[in-house]
């Protein structure tokens, strides 16, 4: 069977990596999670104190900007890492949830990442998930996925996930933070989040997870 690049995209917190992870997976395909590589961009911006309003500075901290995903055995998962450490659990904290559909927004910052994406998945046997992947990074992808999920459920399974990390945040919080991420997100210039005409669309509200995740390879194959 011939491989394929899978794009998977949707609103905050409904269920997009554990999806794409899971496909990939069953697929033998490899899983680039490109909101990592915002979030790995975003701890950078704040770690090197750069004004985002300021395309000099943003310009030079791409320039020392290195992400990269490295398969960790005792895990099971894929990890990232920001120039050579190992920020996986870092960038999932509120600190960079709340800042990161800024640095998103920024043009020089998507310019440079989608680049990366695109070299990824030149080999094809890519799931990619993130909100431009259909539409921007891979508007040729042979299937395209559309996630979505009620605000409730998401941020109920996102306290959730935060909880399993030891990070204990307040539901309306979340729910704050995922709405705010789904306005930013919709509504900037370069590579909104939006739904392309060909893309096949999921509301996992209510159905199981081994059910999305077999309709996808099921599309897949
Ligand atoms: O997928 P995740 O929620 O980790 O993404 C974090 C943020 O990164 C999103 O809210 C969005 O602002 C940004 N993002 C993006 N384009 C992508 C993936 C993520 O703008 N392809």
């Given at each position: 069977m011939g491989k394929i690049v899978i794009a998977i995209d949707g609103y905050s917190g409904c269920g997009k990596s554990s999806t794409a992870k899971a496909v990939a997976k069953e697929l033998g395909y490899t899983y680039i999670d490109t909101g990592a590589m915002y979030?790995?961009?975003t701890l950078h911006f704040l770690n090197n104190f750069v004004t985002l309003s300021n395309p000099h500075?943003?310009?030079?901290?791409l320039k020392s900007l290195d992400i990269s995903f490295h398969f960790n055995?005792?895990?099971?998962?894929q990890e990232t890492f920001l120039n050579g450490l190992n920020v996986e659990n870092e960038i999932r904290k509120m600190?960079?949830?709340?800042k990161v559909s800024e640095v998103a927004a920024i043009k020089e910052v998507r310019k440079e990442l989608v680049a990366q994406q695109k070299g990824f998945g030149k080999k094809k046997g890519v799931v990619m998930d993130g909100r431009d992947v259909g539409s921007v990074v891979f508007p040729d992808a042979e299937l395209?996925?559309?996630m979505t999920a009620n605000l409730h459920t998401r941020a109920e399974r996102r306290q959730q996930e935060l909880l399993e990390k030891?990070?204990?945040v307040d539901l309306e919080e979340i729910k704050n933070n995922l709405g705010e991420r789904d306005r930013i997100d919709s509504s900037r210039e370069v590579g909104p989040l939006i739904k392309v005409s060909d893309a096949i669309e999921i509301d996992t509200s209510y159905i199981d997870f081994e059910d999305q995740v077999a309709q996808i390879v099921d599309q897949a194959k």
């Open positions: 979030r790995a961009a500075e943003v310009e030079k901290a055995p005792e895990t099971e998962k600190k960079i949830s709340s395209k996925v559309f030891g990070e204990m």
